[in-house]
Protein backbone atom coordinates (compact mmCIF):
# COMPACT_ATOMS: atom_id res chain seq x y z
CA UNK A 1 0.00 0.00 0.00
CA UNK A 2 1.25 3.38 -0.85
CA UNK A 3 2.26 6.01 1.61
CA UNK A 4 1.64 9.50 1.50
CA UNK A 5 2.95 12.56 3.25
CA UNK A 6 -0.98 13.98 3.36
CA UNK A 7 -1.75 17.54 3.83
CA UNK A 8 -5.05 18.84 5.13
CA UNK A 9 -7.86 19.68 2.33
CA UNK A 10 -7.00 23.20 2.03
CA UNK A 11 -10.02 25.62 3.57
CA UNK A 12 -10.37 29.19 5.07
CA UNK A 13 -12.65 30.37 7.41
CA UNK A 14 -14.24 33.76 8.25
CA UNK A 15 -11.62 34.53 11.03
CA UNK A 16 -9.05 34.36 8.10
CA UNK A 17 -10.68 36.38 5.97
CA UNK A 18 -11.40 39.09 8.12
CA UNK A 19 -8.22 39.11 9.22
CA UNK A 20 -6.96 39.55 5.26
CA UNK A 21 -8.83 42.52 3.91
CA UNK A 22 -8.97 43.89 8.30
CA UNK A 23 -12.39 44.05 8.64
CA UNK A 24 -14.64 42.86 11.48
CA UNK A 25 -15.52 39.32 12.30
CA UNK A 26 -18.62 39.49 12.66
CA UNK A 27 -18.62 42.22 9.83
CA UNK A 28 -17.37 39.55 7.57
CA UNK A 29 -20.13 36.66 9.21
CA UNK A 30 -22.89 39.40 8.62
CA UNK A 31 -21.93 39.74 4.72
CA UNK A 32 -21.99 36.44 4.13
CA UNK A 33 -25.41 35.23 5.87
CA UNK A 34 -27.09 37.86 3.49
CA UNK A 35 -24.68 36.86 0.63
CA UNK A 36 -26.16 33.44 1.49
CA UNK A 37 -29.63 34.78 2.05
CA UNK A 38 -29.38 36.02 -1.63
CA UNK A 39 -28.92 32.71 -2.99
CA UNK A 40 -25.37 34.25 -4.43
CA UNK A 41 -23.63 31.88 -2.09
CA UNK A 42 -24.06 28.49 -0.70
CA UNK A 43 -24.17 28.08 2.97
CA UNK A 44 -20.36 27.59 3.63
CA UNK A 45 -19.30 24.68 6.67
CA UNK A 46 -19.71 25.64 10.33
CA UNK A 47 -16.69 24.39 12.69
CA UNK A 48 -15.90 25.23 16.74
CA UNK A 49 -13.14 27.62 16.73
CA UNK A 50 -10.74 28.43 19.00
CA UNK A 51 -12.05 28.27 23.15
CA UNK A 52 -12.10 31.44 24.53
CA UNK A 53 -10.76 32.97 28.31
CA UNK A 54 -14.05 32.81 29.45
CA UNK A 55 -14.86 28.96 27.94
CA UNK A 56 -16.83 30.23 24.95
CA UNK A 57 -16.46 28.17 21.88
CA UNK A 58 -17.33 30.79 18.72
CA UNK A 59 -18.97 28.61 15.57
CA UNK A 60 -16.81 30.00 12.54
CA UNK A 61 -17.73 29.96 9.03
CA UNK A 62 -15.27 27.25 6.76
CA UNK A 63 -14.44 27.91 3.25
CA UNK A 64 -13.94 24.50 1.18
CA UNK A 65 -12.16 23.35 -2.01
CA UNK A 66 -12.88 25.03 -5.50
CA UNK A 67 -16.60 25.93 -4.43
CA UNK A 68 -15.44 27.92 -1.35
CA UNK A 69 -12.80 29.35 -3.15
CA UNK A 70 -15.54 30.74 -5.22
CA UNK A 71 -17.32 32.06 -2.77
CA UNK A 72 -15.15 33.39 0.09
CA UNK A 73 -14.29 35.73 -3.28
CA UNK A 74 -17.52 36.68 -3.67
CA UNK A 75 -17.51 37.66 0.30
CA UNK A 76 -14.12 39.92 -0.64
CA UNK A 77 -15.42 41.37 -3.32
CA UNK A 78 -18.99 42.55 -1.32
CA UNK A 79 -16.88 43.80 1.63
CA UNK A 80 -13.90 45.36 -0.12
CA UNK A 81 -12.58 44.62 -3.66
CA UNK A 82 -9.54 46.22 -3.26
CA UNK A 83 -8.37 42.92 -1.43
CA UNK A 84 -9.49 40.64 -3.74
CA UNK A 85 -6.18 39.93 -5.24
CA UNK A 86 -4.94 39.53 -1.96
CA UNK A 87 -7.22 36.74 -0.93
CA UNK A 88 -6.71 35.09 -4.47
CA UNK A 89 -3.12 34.89 -3.84
CA UNK A 90 -3.84 33.42 -0.09
CA UNK A 91 -5.98 30.65 -2.43
CA UNK A 92 -2.64 29.66 -4.09
CA UNK A 93 -0.67 30.08 -1.83
CA UNK A 94 -2.62 27.37 -0.03
CA UNK A 95 -2.89 24.94 -3.06
CA UNK A 96 0.55 25.29 -3.77
CA UNK A 97 1.38 24.18 -0.14
CA UNK A 98 -1.15 21.12 -0.28
CA UNK A 99 0.34 19.99 -3.89
CA UNK A 100 3.84 20.04 -2.27
CA UNK A 101 2.93 18.12 0.83
CA UNK A 102 1.03 15.35 -1.47
CA UNK A 103 4.10 13.16 -2.56
CA UNK A 104 4.14 9.50 -2.29
CA UNK A 105 6.93 8.40 -0.54
CA UNK A 106 7.59 5.33 -1.85
CA UNK A 107 7.90 6.08 -5.60
CA UNK A 108 11.67 7.33 -6.13
CA UNK A 109 11.14 9.13 -9.32
CA UNK A 110 7.96 11.20 -7.84
CA UNK A 111 10.14 11.70 -4.29
CA UNK A 112 13.40 12.42 -6.37
CA UNK A 113 11.68 14.83 -8.30
CA UNK A 114 9.59 16.44 -5.32
CA UNK A 115 12.98 17.53 -3.73
CA UNK A 116 14.66 18.18 -7.00
CA UNK A 117 11.79 21.13 -7.40
CA UNK A 118 11.90 22.14 -3.66
CA UNK A 119 15.83 22.36 -3.76
CA UNK A 120 15.91 25.01 -6.90
CA UNK A 121 13.23 26.74 -5.24
CA UNK A 122 15.52 27.09 -2.16
CA UNK A 123 18.44 28.12 -4.79
CA UNK A 124 16.34 30.20 -6.50
CA UNK A 125 15.15 32.21 -3.68
CA UNK A 126 18.55 32.15 -2.18
CA UNK A 127 19.97 33.49 -5.37
CA UNK A 128 17.17 36.35 -5.52
CA UNK A 129 17.70 37.28 -2.18
CA UNK A 130 21.58 37.50 -2.44
CA UNK A 131 21.42 39.70 -5.24
CA UNK A 132 18.93 42.03 -3.94
CA UNK A 133 21.83 42.31 -0.63
CA UNK A 134 24.10 43.46 -3.00
CA UNK A 135 21.80 45.82 -4.98
CA UNK A 136 21.08 47.35 -1.67
CA UNK A 137 24.29 47.24 -0.43
CA UNK A 138 25.52 49.32 -3.81
CA UNK A 139 22.40 51.74 -3.52
CA UNK A 140 23.12 52.56 0.01
CA UNK A 141 27.10 53.44 0.12
CA UNK A 142 26.47 57.10 -0.07
CA UNK A 143 26.66 58.81 3.80
CA UNK A 144 24.65 61.96 1.79
CA UNK A 145 21.65 59.62 0.61
CA UNK A 146 20.21 60.16 -3.10
CA UNK A 147 17.90 63.10 -4.53
CA UNK A 148 14.48 62.02 -5.63
CA UNK A 149 15.50 61.77 -9.29
CA UNK A 150 18.22 59.54 -8.66
CA UNK A 151 16.14 57.59 -6.52
CA UNK A 152 13.94 56.16 -8.76
CA UNK A 153 16.74 55.63 -11.30
CA UNK A 154 18.38 52.92 -9.33
CA UNK A 155 15.80 51.58 -8.31
CA UNK A 156 14.30 51.26 -11.80
CA UNK A 157 10.76 52.76 -11.50
CA UNK A 158 8.80 55.64 -12.44
CA UNK A 159 8.76 58.74 -10.91
CA UNK A 160 4.74 58.75 -10.38
CA UNK A 161 5.35 55.59 -8.59
CA UNK A 162 8.03 56.75 -6.31
CA UNK A 163 5.98 60.03 -5.27
CA UNK A 164 2.41 57.74 -5.10
CA UNK A 165 4.56 56.08 -2.38
CA UNK A 166 6.34 58.45 -0.65
CA UNK A 167 2.93 60.37 -0.51
CA UNK A 168 1.02 57.14 1.13
CA UNK A 169 3.86 56.47 3.46
CA UNK A 170 4.31 60.17 4.93
CA UNK A 171 7.87 60.43 3.84
CA UNK A 172 7.15 63.84 1.77
CA UNK A 173 5.27 66.88 2.10
CA UNK A 174 5.18 70.09 -0.29
CA UNK A 175 6.93 73.15 1.21
CA UNK A 176 6.99 75.99 -0.62
CA UNK A 177 6.31 74.34 -4.50
CA UNK A 178 8.78 71.63 -3.29
CA UNK A 179 9.63 68.01 -2.28
CA UNK A 180 10.07 67.77 0.98
CA UNK A 181 10.54 65.54 4.17
CA UNK A 182 8.60 64.81 6.68
CA UNK A 183 8.99 65.01 10.80
CA UNK A 184 8.35 61.00 10.14
CA UNK A 185 10.73 60.31 8.14
CA UNK A 186 13.30 62.81 8.99
CA UNK A 187 12.92 60.59 12.34
CA UNK A 188 13.41 57.77 11.47
CA UNK A 189 16.19 58.63 9.56
CA UNK A 190 14.82 57.66 6.34
CA UNK A 191 15.16 61.16 4.29
CA UNK A 192 16.12 65.06 4.91
CA UNK A 193 15.75 68.39 3.57
CA UNK A 194 18.90 70.86 2.93
CA UNK A 195 18.10 74.11 2.70
CA UNK A 196 20.72 76.38 0.84
CA UNK A 197 20.48 80.56 0.63
CA UNK A 198 20.98 81.31 -2.95
CA UNK A 199 20.72 85.39 -4.40
CA UNK A 200 18.99 85.91 -7.20
CA UNK A 201 18.08 89.14 -9.38
CA UNK A 202 14.92 90.82 -9.10
CA UNK A 203 12.45 92.06 -11.60
CA UNK A 204 13.51 95.85 -10.30
CA UNK A 205 16.94 94.47 -10.60
CA UNK A 206 18.15 94.36 -6.95
CA UNK A 207 19.58 91.54 -5.52
CA UNK A 208 17.23 89.10 -3.93
CA UNK A 209 17.72 86.30 -1.18
CA UNK A 210 15.89 82.31 -1.21
CA UNK A 211 16.40 79.07 0.40
CA UNK A 212 16.75 76.56 -2.31
CA UNK A 213 14.92 73.14 -0.95
CA UNK A 214 16.42 70.01 -1.32
CA UNK A 215 15.41 66.57 -0.49
CA UNK A 216 17.32 63.21 -0.42
CA UNK A 217 16.61 60.10 0.12
CA UNK A 218 19.07 58.45 3.20
CA UNK A 219 20.79 55.40 3.08
CA UNK A 220 18.51 53.69 5.22
CA UNK A 221 15.43 54.68 3.66
CA UNK A 222 16.86 53.73 0.21
CA UNK A 223 17.22 49.81 1.87
CA UNK A 224 13.28 50.24 2.99
CA UNK A 225 12.73 51.31 -0.73
CA UNK A 226 14.84 48.77 -2.40
CA UNK A 227 13.33 45.91 -0.40
CA UNK A 228 9.50 46.83 -1.17
CA UNK A 229 10.67 47.50 -4.94
CA UNK A 230 12.73 45.19 -5.59
CA UNK A 231 15.91 45.68 -7.87
CA UNK A 232 14.02 45.67 -11.51
CA UNK A 233 16.61 44.80 -14.09
Request: glycine share 6%; net charge positive; hydrophobic share 35%.
Amino acid sequence: MNQFVSFPSIKMDHLEIANLVHKRPDNVKRTIESLVDANIIAHPQIEDGIKSANGVIPKVYVFLGEKGKRDSIVVVAQLCPEFTARLVDRWQELEYRSKQHNVDINNPHALRKALLEYTEQVIELEHKNTGLEKSIKVITQTNHGVKFQQACKLLNIKRSVLADWLSKHGWDRRLNNARASTHYSQERGYCETKYEERTRIKANGELGSYSQIEFFILPKGMEVLAKHFGIRG
